[in-house]
């Protein structure tokens, strides 16, 4: 589904992936770990399609296609998706309008009829449970006066309702307390098929011992340095990031 | 004579319509001559007037123009206009209260809407009372030259204690096969306790040529009066609008206004509102979206004379092409106004490189108890923002739409009347088209 070949990206002239190689299929959960500052933030914006960062060298393949070469809106209209490590606010925009326009950009695209309204309504009713996110929350503006907790659940409901194909979920767990962290875990387990992928930001385990990663990678100055099973998380855990330096360095 | 009129200048041609025609309007003539007097000392206002420094209605005034008030349009024709269903329409074609075209059957009682002119014959008192006392024909050329020249518009009394539930809805509608100027003229006076809704829209219509228009109205809120008023300015290409609003309020009452322009190749507003009694609260909302070569001024007046009293101002505008807006928003606490709450804020989203703001609030406070702020933004559209919009599968253009309809939002939902606000809506959405 994904394959990402020694990619290298900067900002300003300043290079923060320095050759990045992953392969993931369909059907798998990826965690990627790694100390703050390492590029996690960036290697989701480069796949998401923020302008900003310059690709100067390798290629990301997406379901045989270049994704480079597309726009970010056509990225997440072919099923890319990123949960943002910090959502912001837009007031103005109420979730439903947004969720309608997207819905509706995506369908266009992909060549479907418009959703009927009824249909709507019944599936933003339907996620709303499978997330926990309280209906009130749904109809204000995105995000707006949201606690974090709340921003972090509501990028939840944004994936369940566009069922994306590979989800990208930068730090999700961050700032949520456990009940939160359950809730949003349980509602990743269920939106994950045989048909789609999942990539999982984090620098604790804490959210691994929910989402049952197939293969844990630990990003390290901008480069992948180790890759393993979900074990190699615990072992993380327990003897920190600094034996990855050492390692590294060694 | 002949030769005089060709190469003379607007102001000459002005003087010479008005001395010619003056005894065929309506009122009192020494009320006229002095305002003409007064025009006559003021001129038009070029770059070298500060307050007109940012739109040249010098240039736009050049070349030839028509004083005449042709009546052209047709009841299909204004029907789309009446976009309200449920309101009592007040039609005034190129300055001229248009019965025939009006929606003005049943009227409720306390409830009076007649042509200037037919409030002028009457001998209503309220009319005698009121007219021409509240824009001062020295403080502007185009109050001077509205009250010299006017021909006609609406007067609307609503009496004690009645209660408008309907909107009133005027349609100023130009139509010209030349260049044309026109001085329509209203008079709104809203007695002791009473309360209305008011919309004044500004169309045109299958012109051909430039139109003109000078138009003033003139709003009396009574004491522990309620006074809801909207202007949808929306001109197109030909029309020219200088548009000024007086208004004064008395002791407890409570006025809002919100103003929308929406096109135009020129929209100047004068808005003054007066507070000249304890306890009055006003709100002055406005949008102004522009694009090409437009060119719109805010002026805008808050006058606080007594203490006590509260107004909020919200500004905000959209600018595009090569347009230029303007918001110049002064407040007055005077001496005895203390215990004042005035706010005022203008908010830009400059869309184009070639597009131009100017921003300028002016506070003069002499009263010390006063609590006042002001503050003014100019800024693009939100690149995480639209980002944010991206990423979720809407395009760049519609995701830009959504924020622009955001940004307006604040004003837009000031609106009380919801056919109202969702007319503005839609139109906002073709502007943005
Ligand atoms: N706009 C920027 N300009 C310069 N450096 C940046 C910018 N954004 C991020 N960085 C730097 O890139 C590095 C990686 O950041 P990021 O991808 O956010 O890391 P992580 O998500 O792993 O904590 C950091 O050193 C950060 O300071
Ligand atoms: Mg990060």
Do not use: W
Request: hydrophobic share 40%.
């Amino acid at each position: 589904m994904l394959s990402i070949k020694n990619l290298h990206a900067s900002i300003d002239g300043k290079e923060i992936l320095k050759g990045i190689n992953l392969e993931i299929k369909v059907g798998e959960v990826h965690a990627i770990m790694g100390p703050n500052g390492s590029g996690k933030s960036t290697l989701a914006a480069v796949l998401a399609g923020r302008s900003e960062y310059d690709v100067t060298e390798g290629e990301i393949i997406y379901n045989g296609e270049n994704l480079l070469e597309l726009e970010a809106e056509d990225r997440a209209r072919e099923g890319v998706f990123l949960a943002f490590q910090y959502p912001i606010e837009i007031p103005g925009v109420s979730n439903i309008n947004f969720l309608k326009t997207a819905i509706g950009e995506i369908r266009a695209y992909k060549g479907l009829d418009p959703m009927k309204a009824k249909d709507f309504l019944m599936m933003l009713k339907e996620k709303q449970k499978l997330v926990e996110i309280d209906r009130a929350l749904v109809s204000r503006s995105i995000n707006e006066g949201f606690s974090g907790g709340e921003k972090k659940r509501n990028e939840i409901f944004q994936m369940a309702m566009l069922e994306p194909k590979l989800s990208i979920l930068d730090e999700t767990d961050s700032g949520l307390d456990i009940d939160a962290l359950r809730i949003v875990a349980n509602g990743v387990n269920k939106l994950k098929s045989k048909e789609n992928a999942t990539i999982i930001i984090t620098h604790y385990q804490r959210l691994l011992d929910y989402i049952i990663p197939d293969f844990v990678h630990i990003l390290h100055n901008g480069k992948i340095v180790k890759s393993g099973l979900k074990e190699l998380a615990l072992e993380l855990e327990e003897k920190g990031y600094d034996f990855i330096k050492e390692e590294v360095e060694a | 004579m002949e030769t005089v009129i060709k190469t003379s200048t607007i102001k000459d041609k002005l003087i010479f319509e008005f001395e010619t025609s003056k005894l065929f309007l309506f009122g009192n003539t020494q009320l006229r001559d002095q305002a003409m007097e007064s025009f006559y000392k003021q001129g038009i206002p070029t770059r070298k007037h500060e307050a007109y420094k940012y739109i040249r209605v010098d240039l736009m005034l050049k070349g030839e123009f028509d004083f005449s008030t042709n009546k052209n349009c047709s009841d299909a024709q204004i029907e789309p206009l009446k976009f309200l269903k449920d309101a009592y329409v007040v039609v005034i074609e190129n300055g001229i209260f248009v019965e025939g075209l009006s929606n003005l059957q049943n009227l409720p009682e306390g409830l009076t809407i007649c042509s200037l002119v037919d409030a002028e014959k009457s001998n209503s008192p309220v009319f005698e009372k009121h007219y021409a006392q509240y824009a001062d024909v020295k403080t502007d050329p185009f109050i001077a030259l509205n009250t010299a020249m006017t021909k006609d518009g609406v007067f609307i009394h609503i009496a004690k204690n009645a209660i408008i539930e309907k909107p009133i809805h005027i349609i100023h509608i130009s139509t010209a096969f030349k260049n044309t100027i026109i001085h329509p003229r209203n008079l709104i006076v809203i007695d002791e306790n009473a309360q209305a809704k008011i919309i004044e829209s500004f169309e045109t219509m299958d012109s051909t040529a430039k139109i003109f228009s000078n138009a003033l109205t003139e709003i009396v809120v009574d004491k522990h009066a309620i006074v809801d008023h909207y202007k949808i300015q929306d001109e197109k290409e030909l029309g020219y609008l200088v548009n000024t609003t007086q208004v004064i309020q008395q002791k407890q009452s409570v006025f809002s206004t919100h103003t929308f322009t929406l096109s135009g190749s020129l929209v100047r507003n004068n808005l003054t509102v007066v507070l000249d009694d304890e306890h009055i609260e006003s709100h002055l909302n406005g949008l102004y979206l522009t694009a090409k070569n437009q060119v719109v001024d805010n002026h805008t007046v808050v006058d606080h004379r007594k203490p006590n009293c509260n107004s909020n101002e919200l500004y905000k505008g959209i600018i595009d092409g090569k347009s230029i807006a303007t918001f110049n928003g002064k407040i007055f606490v005077r001496e005895d106004a203390q215990k004042t709450n005035a706010f005022q804020s203008n908010k830009n989203i400059l869309l184009s490189e070639a597009g131009t703001i100017n921003t300028k609030p002016q506070l003069e406070i002499y009263a010390d108890d006063v609590k006042c702020s002001h503050g003014s933004t100019t800024g693009k559209l939100d690149e995480a923002k639209i980002f944010y919009l991206r990423a979720r599968g809407i395009g760049i253009i519609n995701a830009k739409k959504l924020l622009m309809h955001a940004f307006a939002s604040e004003v837009v939902n000031t609106i009380k009347i919801e056919a109202l606000r969702e007319y503005v809506e839609e139109k906002i959405s073709k502007t943005f088209e």
